[in-house]
């Protein structure tokens, strides 16, 4: 199992920027593709980004389009998410995830696969 550590949350202004990062142990990183959802106070956890575990696709919700960038460095053994224009919406805890040889939107937005702890991401406005 691949074990996952995230970083980069805070407090922010709406319009600020953040990037979170994810580091991957335990597995081989460019085997799983890697996405982020997060969970608002009484809401479900959502899919937010996903990255095929070529590094080729990038899939993203409506919600985030255009504001968040994921991004991976194998090298690194890390996935970030770089969010800009933020709203008071986008306040949640920020999960990372991994699925092994995870490439498509269908199969990175399911909700399983391996986990992090989750960062705190809080948005003021």
């Known amino acids: 199992q691949v074990q996952l550590v995230e970083s980069g949350g805070g407090l922010v202004q709406a319009g600020g920027s953040l990037r979170l990062s994810c580091a991957a142990s335990g597995r081989t990183f460019s085997n799983y593709g890697m996405g982020w959802f997060r969970q608002a106070p009484g809401k479900e956890r959502e899919f937010v980004a996903g990255?095929?575990?070529?590094?080729?696709?990038?899939y993203y919700a409506d919600s985030v389009k255009g504001r968040f960038t994921i991004s991976r460095d194998n090298a690194k053994n890390t996935v970030y998410l770089r969010m800009n224009s933020l709203k008071p919406e986008d306040t949640a805890v920020y999960y990372c995830?991994?699925?092994?040889?995870?490439?498509?939107?269908?199969?990175?937005?399911?909700?399983?696969?391996?986990w992090g702890q989750g960062t705190q991401v809080t948005v003021s406005s």
């Open positions: 990255v095929s575990w070529t590094g080729r696709r990038t």
């Open positions: 995830n991994a699925k092994a040889y995870g490439a498509t939107h269908d199969v990175l937005r399911l909700d399983s696969g391996s």
